[in-house]
């Protein structure tokens, strides 16, 4: 039951955001990720925003893989 | 009092029945054959013929890319043309849901009209229903088709050989994507149309460059994954696919991820997977690309001996993994 | 950047695995505890590019392959009763009870729903006002919060007949349970991404802690576990268990601090029934008596027929602790099929057995 | 656990569906054509081809006298064969409500197969769709059919000619009455049985003693005052009927004085009207009446010039008055 | 003998025909009440057999058509109400209100069924237990006692969702209206014979007494219809109007007491609206107050959006009153057929213009 | 509203008649013609026995027509 994928705010109404995922947008309640916003990039669940993704974590992680190809 | 709405005595056979017929179908499908309103069209054939059906069900009747109407003829010009055969006369059975707008039926004939156009084929017979309210879902559309076969041809899911190519002629998906994001209670948007298209004419270029086609078929319902399955099935071959040249439009992708669909088994409308020796396999792809419904052409594959009747697909990482039928109904899911 | 390409990138990948491939030397086993994890482990062909002295288990973490047969008999018996709309998401249709499932049911007539969100379920309820709406919650952390969000916006909007029929676990006490029995001698753990990204990380620290195992938290794509799977070799082979976080990007040491309050607004620890495993105390979430109007076992009366069975010969029970794998269990693949499923573990689209079937079969 | 009822599943596409079509559809029906299970059946053909579609929504699906699977079988083999065509090859679609007992499908399955057997037809194509509860009435059928006409028969609605003998092949408004038996609510019981049957035997027997025959019709929906309109409007000529000369079963015309229905508007499913040079009528007539579906035949009235498009009945009393077509539903009434 | 056969002999017929053509010498009009007898004079043909001079005008018999837009008007509103099933006889369906039918509605959604017997509506009430069923009670003193046992067996069983709508019309006001207004200059009255088989041919008895018009009440085979022409002929030849019964099998002068009886027992009488005549007062049926539970009017609030309205261009209440024939229709047969009628004369199967449309159609 | 036929009262079970008519048969309620009995013909109308049918009279109209034709 644990089907979430990252999605992208692009407008947000009445606690509810508008989220795109590669042009295709879907409805994602923020009320438990109240502090989401506009741009942020969200984890989609069943409708709702579950949790905030931290695009700094993301840059590092990816960068540990660009570092581990280079050795 | 003009009717606005089609009644249950727009299907009793009376006079009503006669009116609609006469006013909205000959009207609109005008031609000789059908004119005739006999109880069966007569025309002259000659060699091999091939004849299908398919029934429409779609909901909703209206979506991007298209309506039902536009469909069923899309649709059965296709089961025709995979086949090898030029379409040339369709059967059109409409079983119509009392209370539907007569300007929603006008619509979807005139889709009818339209594709049958484009396609070079001619609605010959039909047939319509009413029932009640509540015993059907607004209109359901049957078509069946009749095509002539070109001497030389031999096209059958029985026939993949092993190290034929496969290939198919565009992005996987986007009917059912289109078909989804209009339906209630699923809350998401899409560009992605429909791709429902009649095919006959990119056909007839790929058998103008390579008459040796093993194989072709429309990845329907239950998506190109089934339609490989049972060709496997038919033709007691392995067939491999390479995940990363299957294209899928990146909101096909999108609106998969969020539903936990994999587009593999989503259906199609307007594409067809081919398969013929590898040799052949550029010209036909080059000729695929060069057609507006092929440009998305690409190899994906290849048939091979070992797991008859099974379908592996390679992964990104290069693990090869089986790729099974679909099972059950294609559920938009959340775990 | 989208998080989800750059997330499987062959080439990376290429290199994790060249990286775990040479670094690995001790037999390990590893178990994914999420189901979630077991379908993206066999969709990308993971298991076979890992070195073969690593073996991946499947853990408990299907919501639906731990819902146990009594407490699906409950929610087919509230299907049958008169003015009810049942709704649930898809996973949880094919399921079948003691004698049947949800799709059939819906076939004899049941008026049961596949929703996407509560929130369709909330529409469904303001638009048939004469009718009782239920929905059944199943699942875990990662999707108890959002059924909690319904409630409340039930309440707030005065919305009288919608209910909750709730089977919602929690997942450290099972974790915990699998690890005291001891079974299955692990070596490490691939903790889930979604549960975590609501509870923290932080609830599994008691894995390295007191249990000195390896643990990490892992995203879905393939760089993801990939990553985790590194983690995990790493703390194998310099024998330092710890809590790694692989999928930091989503899951924090403290979670989703204002789903846990909505969540802990309405719901209530209480025990609960896992399927093979047996009663846990304190394992599932039940709805707190200041919502018992939406409760859909307080204001049903729901009545069995006959007492509720499992499937005779279905190994899912042993599957879910990671003691057995699907081809051990003799009805796998022969008689049971994702169409016609014996056990939950088939037929949920994150199930053990349904992985195995769907991608796993034996090539050449 | 085996499944007793059809799931949206078995519509999906996916292995469900290709279990029902291989387990009970192709083990039925088996045939080379239909066993291939390509996209189209293939098969030779040549010269004047006849081609027809209905779909069947009756209600109930099971009648005394038949049921849907049957009628769907007999009503496209009669539509070939009354343009003296000899069918040959059957569409068959389903469109299944889920929910629908698998046993009973598997009932109507067998019957398809008995009267193709009987009419000497291959279903050879077919298709499959299942949808919501609620959203069909347990089960529609479409099939298409191919049939192929023989040198030297011009047979049309449209070949009507004044002084041409009108027969009909038995009782008049069978079918309708032993459907509306069944229905909820009209609190009747009768002995008849629908009279649905493939008539391609019996014409072969006409055609044998005539070739000449100008039109033959199955007089199905809106029975036989409204098929006579539509020859009478196609070849432009009038119709005069002898009332006291139509053949109807006593259990008909008690039903219909009761519901204030007239049995020359109610369906016929397996008798044909056939219009042919006065000359030929005896031996015609004969030709049926030697037939098991033709025994009640009877001339029933004769092709006029005057009054061109209508058609007329000769009362007992000797008055002449108009026999319109139907209007609107066939509803009982109590007036 | 089935008592339909015997009565349609063509010999007979023939003989009647001979007699009445030789007896009738003088000019006469005859309008025959009932719809059903329109039909059926239409049907055998008979207007054509008859001599030149004798002339049939269709009278104001047929239910339907005298039903008044405003009634119907209501009907329709009452089938948009939520919860509500309407019920009715098959010849009402198609009838126009002010802007739609009951056919138009049920397209639309709403839940309108079809009987056959009030004894059907009772089924689907019981059936239904959650919705409201309402019969729409239309019909003269044949039918009026039918739906009065429907509202006695309500009664009875405790049935508290069955309602009657009640636009019943009782027949001896009408006829006196017709003749009072004079204008058709009459030689003599079919009087209608189903209607007779209720309230006894006594009924008609100031036919002759009081207007000394030739009457007599006739069945509705060929054999009926004709020998009751040939009474007529006779009194007009003779000069001696009376009450003479051609359908004594069914027609008895005090009628059926037991069903007259049900009739007065739920029923009172009231004004009623005809369509092109206006309200009569004494002339319709409504139920007595010990029935308000059962009534449709006392149950529903009934709102009707707009004003009611006629047809502009049709002329049915003309031809009701028998003053106009549909051939002086200019919308006849062009603009207003069956599939598409303008007035309830077409829409009805014993509507004069649906009889005319259908049987009476000019040939050669 | 009139339409209603002869038919044969075949039996009789709480107050509701079989009928007959050619060999289609009715349920017809006797509630309106409590006397009628098994034997009886019946004017049938909307499910209802709405008159029984005198036979001695229908005889007696029967003979007049004989009686006619025979002049
Ligand atoms: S294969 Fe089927 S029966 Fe065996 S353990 Fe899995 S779900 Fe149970
Ligand atoms: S023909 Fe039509 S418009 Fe004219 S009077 Fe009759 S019902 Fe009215
Ligand atoms: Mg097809
Ligand atoms: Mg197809
Ligand atoms: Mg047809
Ligand atoms: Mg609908
Ligand atoms: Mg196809
Ligand atoms: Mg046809
Ligand atoms: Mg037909
Ligand atoms: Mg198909
Ligand atoms: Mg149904
Ligand atoms: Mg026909």
């Known amino acids: 039951m644990c089907l979430a994928v990252p999605a992208k705010i692009i407008s947000v109404e009445d606690g509810v955001a508008e989220v795109d995922l590669n042009g295709t947008t879907y409805k994602a309640s923020l009320m438990l990720t109240p502090e989401a916003k506009a741009g942020d990039y969200v984890l989609l669940h069943t409708g709702y925003a579950i949790q905030v993704i931290d695009e700094k974590d993301a840059l590092e992680t990816l960068s540990i893989f660009k570092q581990m190809e280079m050795l | 009092m003009d009717k606005t709405k089609i009644l249950l005595a727009h299907g009793s056979g009376g006079r009503l029945t006669h009116d609609l017929i006469t006013k909205h179908l000959v009207q609109s499908l005008s031609n000789p054959l059908l004119n005739k309103l006999d109880d069966a069209a007569v025309f002259e054939s000659k060699g ?43 059967s059109l059975a409409f079983i119509i849901e009392e209370g539907l707008d007569i300007s929603a039926l006008e619509e979807i004939i005139k889709s009818i009209a339209a594709a049958a156009k484009e396609a070079g084929v001619e609605i010959v017979t039909g047939d319509t229903k009413v029932v ?59 560009a992605v149309e429909s791709d429902c298209a009649p095919l006959n004419g990119l056909i007839t270029d790929m058998l103008k460059v390579c008459p040796r086609i093993h194989v072709m078929r429309d990845p329907t319902r239950g998506g190109l994954a089934t339609t490989l399955n049972e060709i496997a099935g038919q033709s007691q071959v392995g067939i491999e696919l390479n995940e990363e040249s299957i294209p899928v439009k990146p909101a096909v992708g999108g609106a998969c991820e969020a539903l936990g669909l994999d587009p593999l088994y989503v259906a199609n409308e307007g594409k067809i997977i081919a398969i013929m020796p590898e040799k052949d396999a550029p010209a036909v792809l080059s000729a695929m690309k060069a057609h507006p419904y092929g440009k998305d052409s690409a190899i994906i594959g290849r048939v091979i001996s070992p797991n008859p009747g099974r379908v592996s697909i390679r992964t990104p990482l290069g693990a090869l993994r089986i790729l099974d039928m679909q099972s059950g109904e294609l559920l938009p899911r959340i775990c | 950047m989208n998080f989800i390409e750059e997330f499987r990138s062959s080439q990376s990948g290429r290199t994790l695995l060249e990286y775990i491939n040479k670094r690995s030397t001790k037999p390990a086993r590893f178990m994914e505890f999420c189901g979630g994890h077991t379908v993206a482990i066999f969709r990308y062909g993971i298991r076979q590019l890992l070195p073969p002295h690593i073996e991946m288990l499947s853990g408990p973490g299907c919501p639906v392959c731990v819902t146990s047969t009594a407490d699906l008999d409950k929610v087919i018996a509230l299907s049958r009763l008169p003015g009810v709309i049942i709704c649930s998401f898809g996973d949880l249709l094919r399921v079948p009870s003691s004698r049947q499932s949800l799709l059939e049911v819906r076939a004899e007539g049941a008026d049961v729903r596949i929703v996407y969100s509560t929130m369709d379920a909330l529409e469904i309820a303001r638009q048939n006002p004469l009718k009782k709406v239920i929905f059944v919650g199943i699942g875990f952390e990662t999707t108890a919060p959002t059924i909690a969000a319904s409630v409340i916006q039930a309440r707030n909007q005065g919305l009288a007949n919608y209910y909750v029929m709730s089977i919602h676990k929690i997942t450290p006490p099972v974790m915990r349970a699998i690890l005291d029995a001891g079974e299955t001698r692990l070596s490490g753990i691939i903790c889930p991404g979604h549960v975590s990204s609501i509870t923290g990380s932080n609830a599994w620290e008691f894995i390295p802690e007191e249990y000195h195992l390896a643990c990490a938290v892992s995203g879905f794509e393939s760089l993801d576990i990939l990553y985790c799977v590194k983690s995990l070799v790493d703390q194998v082979e310099d024998a330092t268990p710890r809590l790694d976080v692989s999928y930091s990007r989503a899951v924090k040491p403290e979670g989703n601090t204002a789903a846990l309050k909505i969540m802990d607004e309405v719901f209530d620890i209480c025990p609960a029934n896992w399927r093979g495993i047996g009663i846990l105390p304190q394992s599932g979430l039940c709805l707190r008596p200041e919502f018992a109007a939406f409760d859909a076992e307080k204001n049903f009366e729901i009545k069995l027929s006959e007492p509720s069975r499992e499937t005779p010969g279905c190994l899912c029970g ?31 689209s994150e199930g053990t057995c349904a992985a195995y079937y769907h991608y796993g079969g034996k090539l050449g």
């Open chain 2, 48 to 90: 091999k013929t091939a004849f299908t059906t398919d029934s429409y069900v779609v909901n909703p009747i209206f979506f991007p890319g298209g309506n039902i109407g536009k469909l069923a003829v899309c649709g059965t010009v296709n089961d025709l043309s995979v086949m090898g055969a030029i379409p040339k006369y369709l």
């Open chain 2, 132 to 190: 009640n309210t509540g015993k059907a879902d607004k209109i359901f559309i049957n078509t069946a088709g009749v095509g002539f076969i070109p001497e030389g041809l031999d096209i059958s899911g029985a026939n993949a050989r092993p190290d034929d190519a496969v290939i198919v002629s565009g992005t996987m998906g986007d009917h059912g994507i289109a078909i989804m994001a209009q339906r209630e209670g699923l809350n998401f948007k899409t």
């Open chain 3, 318 to 348: 042993e599957i879910i602790k990671g003691t057995r794998t699907p081809l051990e269990c003799k009805l796998f693949s022969k008689v049971c099929t994702p169409e016609n499923p014996v056990g939950p573990c088939m037929v949920s």
